[in-house]
């Protein structure tokens, strides 16, 4: 283990805090003004211009924020971007650059001690890097030296499940594909990805009870829908173009209603940032009702409103159930409606934190609609009881059969741009049997089919020093990950770490013995392979296969592509490999037709993905189909989650402000919540702090209980907030260090990041 003296947390300083009302009003012009200032600040305003306006077009490249689908035909002329998208690919196409002259001025141990804003505002890695061991400054490396320790390493290991192979969701599908590939030759299944640790309570929860770990809507069902859900979500910040889809559905006379602890600017009034006459009178009211719900009182809401829809449809038989569809396409459907007559009303209601006009009002819409989407994300899947939460949603849809019909279905929104499609191409620490065997058919090899590590068991693997070697393909492992100091602890036992990456971050800074990184080509930038521009594609959250193709000059002439970089520690790796990686790399249409030959449907993938919009892929849960071992969509009983904490503890939520994607943090506001100039603030209900005697912007410690395991985050400045009662919400990754690492969901294995027991000091 090494011993450089790096801070794994950020720091615990303060900024200059202002806070003000939030606004009534999300996009609008306020979101075009901080658009052009990011843009401006990291590029300049008119090459800026020039990057953007290719981004989500037709002969594009797609953007590496979130997986919001595009419009299958027609995209606006005035660009297919929001606020968060400009963000990215400014931060992506920035002109700051990390060199060989910052490694030399700066140390990992200095780096270490900045916030994640400032190391991250560093700018575009240049060319490789390596630290040995006794060092605490990266030096270059040649690509070939680089490749020659990765390899050297890798074949020294006594097992090939001592080696990790993590991935981002920005990974593209020919580079995702091939990674896998090399890992299975390799020999491991060991592939965490960041879905592990955001949607895999979706997917887990999808495929036991539809068959498809997907959701099965298209953005033109949300358009059609009589009702969208949106639980757990915050889509003004997280994916802010969904706010279009949302009004759409508003102007096609659909109703909508927002289920979170926190009432968000973004589901409240959305202003058309394209549309001066929609400026003019202050844009579109999207919700019809907010339910503020208590942390993790899902299931008690919805379970009570079950409850109420089984009591409409007995007072008024045929009426609120679809019994046609039950009849036809599912299962459990008695033993279901057994446990709910054994349900108990009030205390769902209890549990939820609600009154029961409120969710009488819920139930009501759900009973006189038959056409409904539930939209959901980090607020329902990173929970203990994360998967039940999913299927007692769907236990909804299944009842109206509101699913495989138009404007209906389940909408899991995906984070990161093509995390959905790193999956489809196999990055899986558990994959089926019929994957492997037709990967081994198409290259001669014995894939491994012993399961490997997902994202916690990889961090528990580094911990007992089980894992020597691990690679990162983007993202950044320490910050996104719970129980950041154990984290950190377990990453530093490791031999060599590699990190293949665009920016600078902390997880370059905490790090094994030995550590590299590898920087690689962005999504805007031109992919020249002997001589010939390449391209790539990728899958939105609704399964549309799309092609993404750079075409501005790269930050640097030593960057390499993802997929080159997976080829080069192929074959320094794979001495007697029978796969002729350099032939994938000189033609990415050989990659794609790997992948059509490997997964089905993926037919015609080059003809198809080159038509303007791409394709969908294959979704039996959109078409009524249910890929289950009965052939039939399943009813789950899912009892209510025991939510019981000591009496003086409050609930702690992780959150992201409006300047933030995912780990990466573009800027000290947060615009939507009227917070500035400060990150470590905490959300807490007024009435919470006159009970506990808290005063305004009092600085105040967190705890965080779990068993007899305490952790500690401190320096937090208390911001009176419209949260519900009982339960806080604070930014990651700063508070990621509270969430304990063996508090997980049943089943997935998602940390619990959104149910963190914590004490508040002074």
């Known amino acids: 283990m ?69 419009p299958d035909h027609e995209r606006s002329a005035l660009g297919e971007y929001c606020e968060n998208g400009a963000k990215a690919i400014a931060e992506e196409a920035t002109k700051k650059r990390v060199n ?68 981002s969701g920005r990974t593209s599908n020919e580079a995702a594909f091939m990674y896998q590939l090399f890992a299975r ?75 979170n602890p926190i009432h968000e600017v973004g589901t409240n009034v959305f202003i058309d940032p394209q549309n001066p006459l929609k400026i003019l009178k202050g844009g579109t009211k999207l919700e019809d009702l907010y339910i503020q719900v208590k942390i993790n009182g899902d299931v008690a809401l919805l379970k009570a409103t079950l409850l109420l829809m089984l009591k409409a449809e007995e007072d008024r038989p045929g009426t609120v159930f679809d019994h046609d569809f039950i009849e036809r396409k599912c299962d459990n459907y008695q033993e279901f ?44 899947t990173q929970h203990e009881n994360g998967v039940e939460n999913v299927q007692e949603i769907v236990n909804i849809l299944l009842l109206k059969g509101s699913i495989g019909k138009p404007g209906a279905g389940t909408c899991p929104v995906r984070g990161h741009s093509n995390v959905q499609g790193d ?27 012993k399961h490997g590590f997902d994202t916690v068991e990889t961090i528990r693997a580094m911990d007992a020093e089980q894992i020597k070697v691990f690679i990162s393909m983007g993202g950044n492992f320490i910050s996104a990950t719970p129980d950041s100091q154990f984290t950190g602890e377990a990453m530093k036992k490791c031999e060599l770490t590699v990190q293949i990456s665009t920016k600078l971050n ?28 390449q391209f790539v594609t990728t899958e939105n959250s609704m399964g549309v296969i799309q092609k993404s193709e750079g075409t501005f000059e790269p930050a640097s002439p030593q960057l390499l592509s993802e997929p080159a970089i997976v080829a080069g520690i192929a074959q320094t790796t794979l001495s007697k490999s029978k796969t002729n990686w350099q032939e994938m790399i000189l033609n990415y249409d050989t990659i794609r037709n790997h992948i059509e030959a490997v997964i089905p449907g993926f037919e015609n993938y080059n003809s198809r993905v080159r038509k303007k919009g ?20 399943v009813f789950t009983i899912n009892p209510l989650p025991k939510n019981t904490i000591d009496a003086n503890h409050f609930v702690l939520m992780t959150i992201r402000s409006h300047d933030q994607f995912n780990t990466t943090i573009y800027g000290m506001h947060d615009r939507y919540r009227g917070i500035h100039n400060e990150r470590r603030v905490l959300l807490m209900n007024p009435k919470d702090m006159q009970k506990h005697g808290f005063e305004k912007e009092q600085v105040v410690h967190l705890t965080s209980h779990y068993g007899k395991e305490t952790r500690e985050a401190r320096n937090f400045k208390i911001i009176p907030y419209n949260i519900a009662k009982g339960c806080l919400g604070a930014y990651f990754p700063e508070t990621n260090v509270l969430v304990p690492i063996n508090h997980v969901a049943r089943e997935s294995n998602t940390p619990a990041s959104k149910f963190i027991a914590v004490s508040v000091s002074t």
Not at 40 to 46: A, D, F, L, Q, R
Not at 424 to 446: H, N
Not at 617 to 633: C, M, V, W
Request: aromatic content about 8%; hydrophobic content about 35%; proline content about 5%.
């Open 506 to 533: 902390r997880s370059h800074l905490v790090t094994g013995d030995e550590a590299i990184i590898l920087p690689c080509l962005s999504r805007s930038e031109s992919d020249l392979q002997n001589g010939k521009q």
């Open 614 to 633: 791409g394709f969908y892929l294959p979704n039996g849960a959109r078409s009524g189909e249910f890929n289950t071992e009965s052939q039939k969509a």
């Open 185 to 259: 030759e390799f020999g491991t299944n060991n592939l965490p990805d960041c879905s592990n640790m955001c949607h895999e309570s979706s997917g887990t929860g999808l495929s036991k009870t539809l068959g498809i770990g997907k959701g099965s809507v298209t953005l033109e069902d949300i358009h059609q829908s009589e009702l969208v859900v949106v639980i757990g979500q915050n889509p003004g910040t997280n994916h802010p173009r969904m706010l279009m889809a949302l009004e759409k559905c508003k102007q096609n006379g659909g109703a909508i209603v927002s289920i």
């Open 100 to 167: 060989t002259d910052f490694f030399s001025t700066h140390n990992v141990e200095e780096m270490s001690d900045w916030s994640d804003y400032q190391i991250g505002k560093s700018g575009r890695i240049t060319e490789p890097f390596y630290m040995a061991k006794d060092s605490s400054h990266y030096q270059p490396i040649s690509w070939e030296e680089a490749f020659s320790k990765i390899g050297k390493k890798l074949k020294s290991l006594d097992n090939p499940n001592e080696a990790a192979f993590y991935t």
């Open 337 to 380: 409606i057994h446990h709910l007559r054994e349900s108990d009303f009030g205390t769902c209601v209890q549990e939820s934190g609600l009154t029961e006009i409120e969710v009488r009002q819920f139930a009501d819409l759900l009973i006189s609609k038959k056409k409904i989407i539930f939209c959901w994300a980090m607020g329902l």
């Open 423 to 449: 999956r489809t191409m196999g990055i899986w620490e558990k994959p089926k049997e019929a994957f492997l065997a037709k990967l081994d058919e198409q290259f001669g090899i014995s894939s491994p089919r």
């Open 2 to 70: 090494n011993t450089r003296k790096v801070s794994i947390v950020p720091p615990e300083e303060f900024s200059n805090l202002k806070f003000q009302p939030a606004p009534e009003s999300s996009v609008g012009l306020p979101a075009v003004t901080s658009a052009m200032k990011h843009i401006s600040e990291e590029i300049g305003i008119i090459d800026g211009l020039k990057v953007i306006n290719k981004m989500n077009q037709h002969g594009g490249f797609d953007c590496p924020g979130c997986a919001w689908p595009d």
